[in-house]
Nanobody, 115 residues
Framework: QVQLVESGGGLVQAGGSLTLSCAASGSTFGAMAWYRQAPGKQRELVASITRGARKNYADSVRGRFAISRDNVKNMVYLQMNSLKPEDTAVYLC???????????WGQGTQVTVSS
């Protein structure tokens, strides 16, 4: 059974840092990504990473966030620095199963950045 479980969200002051973790289990995964969704806004892609560690970032976070993965542990991380109130959102982990190309989602973790 495929399962993605996020952790690491919380409340942080503007300018601070947080690291999100996503534990994936139940299969082998190709590309993985972090999305976020704020109230009243569309879900947006924050960062993605291929199994070979090729990375892409949204313009709004490039230079501040860093995505990484551990293929042995089936983990993906999002290091968030210089956080802004605009970064406040539910952050969701996404992973593509290699065998089926089906996308799976975690339950989300709340990140709140105070001004």
């Amino acid at each position: 059974q495929v399962q993605l479980v996020e952790s690491g969200g919380g409340l942080v002051q503007a300018g601070g840092s947080l690291t999100l973790s996503c534990a994936a289990s139940g299969s082998t995964f190709g590309a993985m990504a972090w999305y976020r969704q704020a109230p009243g806004k569309q879900r947006e892609l924050v960062a993605s990473i291929t199994r070979g560690a090729r990375k892409n970032y949204a313009d709004s976070v490039r230079g501040r966030f860093a995505i990484s993965r551990d293929n042995v542990k089936n983990m993906v991380y999002l290091q968030m620095n210089s956080l802004k109130p605009e970064d406040t959102a539910v952050y969701l982990c996404n992973a593509v199963e290699v065998r089926t190309s089906v996308e799976y989602w975690g339950q989300g973790t709340q990140v709140t950045v105070s001004s």
